[in-house]
């Protein structure tokens, strides 16, 4: 089996409820592939939303959303709302910080927003706020380390 390459850049999303938003989740990125998919926008005020709409296995044993889920989830948004600012770099995440401010339900769809806070030469620094129905769920703040030019990355396995 060939493996595919898929560009760094998120695709669009031309079917389901998140038609219209792109994703990294559909090969691009093997984690949010499995545990996803995540989307993200850009609003007409130049923002940038993600969301997800987790299912049952994304609960955890009591019923509520995994904190592992949502911690996925808040990493992807975070490199959502710094995209424009990474440009064509690569970056990982380098410290993430959250609190849990009340419990999520599978069958709901979560939104965030955010914003950087702060880029320097090699650094970016953000934090946004995961809601679910207007009801925040999880506040965070992170730092992403540029680590290079981004390049293809391999994709799904291809017959």
């Not at 939303?49 to 889920?69: C, D, I, Q, S």
């Not at 959502?80 to 995440?93: F, N, P």
């Not at 706020?129 to 291809?158: D, E, H, N, S």
Request: aromatic letters at 10%; proline letters at 8%; hydrophobic letters at 45%.
């Amino acid at each position: 089996m060939a493996e595919q390459a898929i560009p760094f850049a998120p695709v669009d999303v031309t079917e389901g409820p998140f038609a219209g938003w792109k994703t990294w989740g559909y090969g691009g990125d093997p984690f949010e592939t499995l545990t996803g998919p995540f989307f993200l926008r850009v609003g007409a005020d130049g923002a940038v939303e993600a969301a997800t709409l987790p299912g049952p296995a994304h609960r955890n044993g009591a019923g509520p959303l995994h904190g592992g889920f949502l911690m996925t989830f808040a990493d992807f948004a975070i490199f959502a709302i710094a995209w424009r600012e990474l440009g064509q770099q690569s970056a990982v995440t380098v410290s993430l910080t959250s609190e849990f401010l009340s419990a999520g339900v599978a069958g709901e769809a979560l939104h965030c927003t955010g914003e950087v806070t702060r880029a320097t030469r090699s650094l970016i620094f953000a934090r946004g706020l995961v809601t679910q129905q207007g009801r925040p769920v999880l506040a965070f703040t992170g730092i992403l380390k540029k680590t290079g030019p981004a390049a293809t990355q391999p994709g799904p396995q291809a017959p």
